[in-house]
């Protein structure tokens, strides 16, 4: 080996291999010292970026999630035997990035393994590179089968790829990576409090993580604070929270839950009326008539089933025309409901969600249909996220109508809806839980109102 470095000073001359196409070939020796090498870049960004999180913690996220993140996948994919080596990337995660995101230190084992579930599934997507590593790999020599046969057969330029079978070999790989994450979820959970494994429940549902999943634009609403994103964290795992107050104003003892559901200052008021104006807002692009709070038409004789709300200074939260169909009048009602208050914690996510909406049905249906000569569609959404039928099928209607008007996909028109109705809801939680409550009365009449006189 002396002799031909002799022969070729200027070209570095190896027997372990060398780096091709972000991989390396050569010797196991060599691929390990390569993978060493790039963990040990990969683990100070990490570190880099957990700094980053101790002060805007939703930046970071955003920046680890859709970058950091990515670095390693390509090397998973094209490199086999790799996990034991990338342990120093899962201890930086677990020991710096996880404690600066989500203001939780040291993070429990329990809470590790549900943050590297897919949001959708209730977790971070902040998965483990040394579980993941041998999977990706098998994947990716899957997809790739027929290319990689015609590369060991030296006969690359007569490779044809089957785009179908691609496609099918694809969606085979990522319904076996969702039952696989469906298997752990369940491992996982089955040793967690019923009190958490509700809380995955809840964040699993439709829409509910989409908050999460958005980059923190202030234009759109979509800017929390460091405080604000801790807490929305907390809260979404059932975390007790810093610095909240054991009793509250009214006179009971304070909770999260109470917190959610307490009248005292406005804050249920404030939730509801947010949620109400936006909706109307976002009709107000595709509809006529737009109007918050409309009058129903007093009854007279008519006959309406029991349960009907008869009263005549009854009133709905928006009303607006041409939306089922052209000219025809829609009346919507909002409710925010919190699914862990007591009324509500006993009963199943489902029957619960169908008790509320079932209530508005019969308050007001028959009376809109028959009095009113209009559609009704009863909101009902919960303070974690989570939209009942009735209210996903409009909410639908309007991702199409919006669609068409701003001559966007309808992916993004919903996407937009979920993100925006998912914040409004978030934001007026999170002062629900930190918001004043008490009020401040002052008594006029001991006051010296005969200011004129004073000097």
């Known amino acids: 080996m002396d002799y031909y470095k002799s022969l070729f000073p200027n ?59 990515k670095r390693w996948s390509y090397l998973m994919r094209t490199t086999p035997d790799i996990a034991a080596c990338l342990g120093p990337i899962e201890k930086a995660i677990n020991q710096h990035l996880l404690p600066g995101l989500t203001g939780i230190n040291p993070v429990p084992e329990n809470l590790r393994n549900i943050f590297s579930f897919s949001p959708k599934n209730g977790g971070l997507g902040i998965t483990n590179p040394v579980e993941m590593s041998d999977m990706e790999y098998l ?52 040793s967690c409090s019923e009190e958490l494994v509700r809380q995955v429940a809840l964040a699993s549902e439709k829409g509910a993580s989409s908050w999460l999943s958005s980059l923190p634009l202030k234009e759109c609403g979509f800017l929390l604070s460091k405080q604000q994103f801790h807490d929305a964290i907390k809260l979404r795992y059932n975390v007790p929270l810093d610095g909240l107050s054991s009793d509250c104003a009214c006179g009971s003892s304070n909770s999260v839950d109470h917190s959610l559901i307490c009248k005292l200052g406005g804050y249920v008021s404030l939730r509801h009326n947010h949620l109400r104006d936006t909706i109307a807002n976002l009709l107000n692009t595709v509809c006529k008539g737009v109007e918050l709070e409309p009058a129903l038409t007093p009854i007279t004789n008519e006959a309406l089933p029991r349960g009907t709300t008869a009263c005549n200074d ?136 005969n200011i004129l006189n004073l000097h």
């Open 11 to 69: 070209i570095q001359i190896t027997t372990e291999g060398h780096r091709y196409l972000g991989s390396f070939i050569g010797t196991r020796t060599g691929t390990e010292r390569f993978v060493s090498n790039k963990v040990k870049e990969w683990t100070q960004d990490i570190e880099d970026i957990s700094k980053v999180a101790l002060c805007e913690p939703q930046n970071a996220y955003a920046a680890y999630y859709y970058g950091i993140m």
């Open 139 to 190: 994947h990716s020599k899957r997809i790739n089968e027929d290319l990689i046969k015609a590369i060991v057969s030296n006969n690359p330029g007569q490779y044809d790829p089957n785009i179908s079978k691609i496609a099918r070999t694809k969606k085979q790989c990522i319904l076996g990576k969702q039952e696989k994450e469906q298997q752990k979820k369940f491992s996982v959970l089955s």
């Open 314 to 449: 009854a009133r709905l939260d928006i009303s607006c025309r041409g939306f089922y169909s052209p000219l025809d009048k829609t009346f919507l009602d909002i409710r925010v409901l919190h699914p862990n208050s007591l009324s509500n914690a006993g009963r199943p996510l489902d029957r619960t969600y169908r008790a509320h909406e079932q209530e508005k049905k019969t308050k007001y249906l028959h009376r809109v249909i028959q009095v009113e000569k209009a559609n009704f569609s009863p909101i009902v959404m919960s303070t974690t996220g989570g939209i009942v039928s009735e209210a996903s099928t409009f909410f639908k209607r309007l991702a199409s109508k919006l669609a068409v008007k701003l001559n966007q996909p309808y992916s993004n028109t919903m996407g937009y809806i979920r993100r925006k109705l998912r914040f409004e809801l978030l934001r007026t939680c999170l002062m629900a839980l930190r918001g004043f409550r008490k009020s401040k009365r002052v008594d006029i009449a001991a006051l010296d109102l």
